[in-house]
T-cell receptor, first 114, second 114 residues
Framework: DQQVKQNSPSLSVQEGRISILNCDYT??????FLWYKKYPAEGPTFLIS?????DKNEDGRFTVFLNKSAKHLSLHIVPSQPGDSAVYFC?????????????FGTGTRLQVFP | EPEVTQTPSHQVTQMGQEVILRCVPI?????FYWYRQILGQKVEFLVS????????KSEIFDDQFSVERPDGSNFTLKIRSTKLEDSAMYFC????????????FGPGTRLLVL
């Protein structure tokens, strides 16, 4: 049951360049999407979110794009910095009164090298 | 900045023993969650809790699991009789009351069942 998929387990990017992390989902009931960053031995740290009524949300170096027709979202980090090296999780939630659980993808390990 | 805290950070137990994992959510939050991540796998939802009762639970959250808010600050997850497959990182999360508020995660408890 992979409702949220991150097909790239790892990504390596040079410092200063753009990092693009991708996420696909299958459940058309999802209407809220989040990106979390996770360092080893720590909990997921919230980065940015987007509601299904939008197709873009920006916060500093981080921008999330949502393509509902393709059931695809992406996280852009520009410029990438070595401190961005971590595992990035995409998560989704249904727009239902009865549930707000987050469904996570498997994560993409981003490495930013100098 | 307010944060979710969890204790202990690590717990080693023998199969069949009971364990209690503790969490202190962010102080003005009213929605609480437990998730877990088995090594190498994705973060999975276990249970959500609001107004002193379970709002939703996953298939993983069977009769061996229970949650409690014993006082105004703590939120606990009890596993009555641990199994080897319960070995995982357990994350507590909390959020505020507004619609679509972000879930903030604690650093996790690493549980190892021998």
């Amino acid at each position: 049951d992979q409702q949220v998929k991150q097909n790239s387990p790892s990504l390596s990017v040079q410092e200063g360049r753009i990092s693009i992390l991708n996420c696909d989902y299958t459940n058309s009931m999802f209407d809220y999407f989040l990106w979390y960053k996770k360092y080893p031995a720590e909990g997921p740290t919230f980065l940015i979110s987007i509601s299904s009524i939008k197709d873009k949300n920006e916060d500093g170096r981080f921008t999330v794009f949502l393509n509902k027709s393709a059931k695809h979202l992406s996280l852009h980090i520009v410029p990438s910095q070595p401190g961005d090296s971590a595992v990035y999780f995409c998560a989704a939630s249904e727009g239902s009164y009865n549930t707000d659980k987050l469904i996570f993808g498997t994560g993409t390990r981003l490495q930013v090298f100098p | 900045e307010p944060e979710v805290t969890q204790t202990p950070s690590h717990q080693v137990t023998q199969m069949g023993q009971e364990v209690i994992l503790r969490c202190v959510p962010i102080s003005n939050h009213l929605y609480f969650y437990w998730y877990r991540q088995i090594l190498g796998q994705k973060v999975e939802f276990l249970v959500s809790f609001y107004n002193n009762e379970i709002s939703e639970k996953s298939e993983i959250f069977d009769d061996q699991f229970s949650v409690e808010r014993p006082d105004g600050s703590n939120f606990t997850l009890k596993i009555r009789s641990t199994k080897l497959e319960d070995s995982a990182m357990y994350f507590c999360a909390s959020r505020g009351t507004s619609y679509r508020e972000t879930q903030y995660f604690g650093p996790g408890t690493r549980l190892l069942v021998l």
